[in-house]
Every structure is written in C-alpha cells, then in structure tokens.
C-alpha cells in the first residue's frame, strides 16, 4: 500500500484506511482490469491508421499518453507495492 493513501490523515482514519485497503483485494483487482482495459482502448485507438489523417494527431496522441499516464498512476495506487 502507498503511504499517499495515509499522509495527512488522522490516525484512526489511517488505520481505518489500511483496513480497508486490506480488505479490498478482489474489487482492487477488478478495478485494475477495467482501468488496463481502459488503457488498452486508449492505446488501440490512437494507433489507428484513420488517426494519422487528422491535422490535430499530434495533439491527439499527447492527450492519449497523458490520459493512459494517469491510468498508470491509479493502478499503481490499487497495487499492493509500497512507496
């Protein structure tokens, strides 16, 4: 579990909050397979030679890599490594 999920948090709440953190391994694991699955679609669609016609495609493709950064950064959250 990542500290983020605990700092600035009252003590009771962080203990609550590693409970439930502990308790939640299935709907974690589920949560990680719709995000990558979301992630999946974003990288499928943007390498879709239909794509390359649009005269915004660079704008497109920065805004798909950023959309699927920030799905890495909640699967990491949900993962069980510590940092």
């Known amino acids: ?12 709440r962080a203990i609550d909050i590693t409970q439930n953190y502990k308790e939640s391994v299935v709907m ?5 397979e719709l995000v990558e699955a979301k992630m999946d679609a974003s ?12 005269p915004n495609w660079a704008y497109l ?9 920030a799905l890495k950064e909640i699967i990491s959250l ?6």
Request: overall charge positive; proline content about 2%; cysteine-free.
């Open 1 to 12: 579990m990542k500290t983020s999920w605990t700092t600035g948090v009252d003590p009771q």
């Open 28 to 32: 974690r694991a589920r949560f990680t």
């Open 43 to 54: 990288w499928r669609s943007s390498m879709s030679k239909a794509e390359y016609a649009n």
């Open 61 to 69: 493709q920065a805004d798909a890599r950023g959309y699927e950064r």
């Open 78 to 83: 949900l993962s069980g490594t510590k940092s």
